[in-house]
């Protein structure tokens, strides 16, 4: 699975410097397929801030291993307010058995994720 309806190739692709956006993504499809239900429910037009990423993204290089976005659970939603931020975890939680879910006002993004091991929130 290469692309949804809504969400082209590259924006699933890792968007790091390192890679120069040329590691093919490897993202699960029920991510994309879950990402995409988010944006058939709130029926506007959504941005992915970070979908995929490499091994040499900077925000991962800097863990002990990789997290969700390099095992291609994990998406990040560009959003304006608190209102669309509520709806898609709600949704996600609820309808989309989504696990890892944490909001940023000050950064803008709804992070989601499908990780194994449960429930999970924290701050950014
Ligand atoms: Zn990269």
């Known amino acids: 699975m290469r692309s949804t309806a809504n969400f082209s190739e590259q924006e699933w692709n890792c968007k790091c410097g390192a890679c120069k956006m040329q590691v ?5 499809p029920v991510t ?16 992915l801030t970070s979908a995929f990423r490499c091994k040499q993204h900077p925000n991962e290089v800097k863990k002990s291993k990789g997290g969700q976005h ?10 304006t307010n608190g ?7 709600a949704y996600a939680i609820k309808s989309l058995d ?20 449960g429930l999970m929130t924290w701050e950014y």
């Open 24 to 28: 093919p993504h490897d993202m699960l």
């Open 32 to 47: 994309m397929r879950s990402t995409q239900m988010i944006r058939n429910y709130l029926n506007t037009p959504l941005s």
């Open 70 to 79: 390099t095992l291609g659970t994990a998406v990040d939603i560009k959003v």
């Open 83 to 89: 209102a669309d931020a509520a709806k898609i975890i």
């Open 98 to 117: 989504v696990q890892g879910w944490a909001y940023s006002k000050r950064l803008g993004f709804v992070h989601l994720d499908w990780r194994d091991t």
